[in-house]
């Protein structure tokens, strides 16, 4: 960070003041300035006069509307200034004003007045010397370093202006994007988080009605087969229970405890297990080709898919079976879902659909659903695999 001038908290002090207090105090003090070789003159200086002091208050007093008007300002200590060295009454050392002028002209006026200012005082001052009396060639170039010192200062100063108003604005403008970032991270994790809790309960709730439904039916004439159904409710509660921990725990930064992470493709047979064994539908899994390592996200949206596939396959196609394949190639898994039902009878799908499509895309991939070459409905996703190399490695 760079090291602060001495005077930057005097300078940020002033800032919201009045500029017209700040003026008419600046234009006290040049006057005060201008006036100190007529109050203690020199020996041989001439004498204060009158029209002397009132040349000298005319370089200072213009300086009060300095912020308001500074060209106009910049022009009247342009005219007193020479017109009161040209009077001799007596000259000043140091035009404490045209240097004041220069500097505002530098530091906030537009291009062609800076130079006109710039070219105007290095001409008058050359031509002013030439008027006085025996001046000596260090005069001349005090006075010309002078012009050029207060010009490069307000030079400067228009510099570091700019800079620091482009810091201020690449900063706002990056405060900005980092909140549309977070914004767009936090509807991407609840829209995630949405579609896992869609996914776990529909699932769950799926399953336990259908057993449920069936329980009432076999509880007389099969008792055994009624403790199974109630078994496969409670079976899958604690399934869906066990999974909602798992989201929330990672909510609540607990994976760091010993949460296990999200199911992905290796839980795939116990999936197809779990939905066969409590509803009766007739489920299998087949897989060809090598298997590849898949990103994360990828591995736990292989996952869902199949999951909600099969669901909405429970709850809407009555069908009697279903299968679930897995093709592995080089650059992708394509994973199929079919059933020998009618498919789901919500226009466009509904939310179950809705939610496989937003998976594959959040992954790279692509998702479609329809009617199968054979009848039934069929969901085909394909999602990008991991490198090889790496599965070798």
Request: with cysteine; aromatic share 6%; glycine share 8%.
């Amino acid at each position: 960070m760079p090291a602060q001038p001495w005077f930057a908290p005097l300078v940020k002090r002033l800032r919201p003041t009045n500029p017209y207090v700040v003026d008419t105090a600046l234009a006290a003090l040049v006057l005060f300035a201008a006036s100190l070789q007529w109050i203690f003159p020199d020996e041989g200086d001439d004498r204060l006069t009158w029209q002397g002091w009132l040349l000298g208050a005319a370089t200072a007093l213009p300086l009060v509307w300095r912020h308001r008007a500074p060209f106009a300002t910049a022009c009247a200590v342009s005219v007193a200034t020479p017109a009161q060295a040209l009077y001799h009454a007596p000259p000043p050392d140091v035009m404490y004003g045209g240097l004041v002028v220069l500097y505002t002209m530098a530091a906030r006026g537009a291009p062609w007045q800076r130079r006109f200012m710039l070219v105007g005082w290095a001409i008058g001052v050359s031509l002013v010397m030439t008027h006085k009396e025996s001046p000596e060639p260090f005069e001349y170039a005090f006075q010309l370093m002078s012009v050029a010192c207060a010009y490069a200062f307000g030079v400067l100063a228009r510099v570091q202006r700019a800079y620091t108003a482009e810091l201020e604005d690449r900063a706002r403008r990056l405060e900005r994007e980092r909140a549309a970032d977070t914004a767009r991270a936090t509807a991407q994790e609840r829209a995630r988080i949405a579609r896992d809790m869609h996914d776990i309960l529909a699932h769950a709730v799926s399953l336990m009605v259908v057993q449920a439904e069936a329980g009432p039916v076999v509880v007389r004439s099969d008792p055994a087969r009624a403790e199974a159904a109630f078994d496969a409710i409670a079976g899958a509660g604690r399934d869906a229970m066990a999974q909602l921990r798992r989201i929330l725990g990672v909510l609540k930064e607990e994976q760091r405890n010993g949460t296990s992470p999200q199911p992905g493709i290796r839980a795939l047979p116990a999936l197809v297990r779990q939905v066969g064994e409590t509803t009766g539908l007739r489920v299998r899994l087949s897989t060809t080709g090598d298997p590849l390592p898949l990103p994360p996200d990828t591995d736990v949206a292989a996952y869902r898919v199949a999951q909600e596939a099969l669901t909405n396959t429970v709850k809407h196609a009555y069908a009697s079976s279903a299968t679930v394949e897995l093709d592995w190639t080089e650059q992708a898994l394509t994973l199929t879902v079919t059933d020998d039902g009618c498919g789901p009878t919500t226009p466009g799908g509904g939310h179950g659909l809705i939610g496989i499509r937003e998976r594959a895309a959040a992954c790279g991939g692509e998702a479609r659903a329809g009617r199968g070459p054979d009848g039934g409905f069929r969901v085909v996703v394909r999602l990008p695999a991991g490198d090889r190399q790496a599965a070798l490695g």
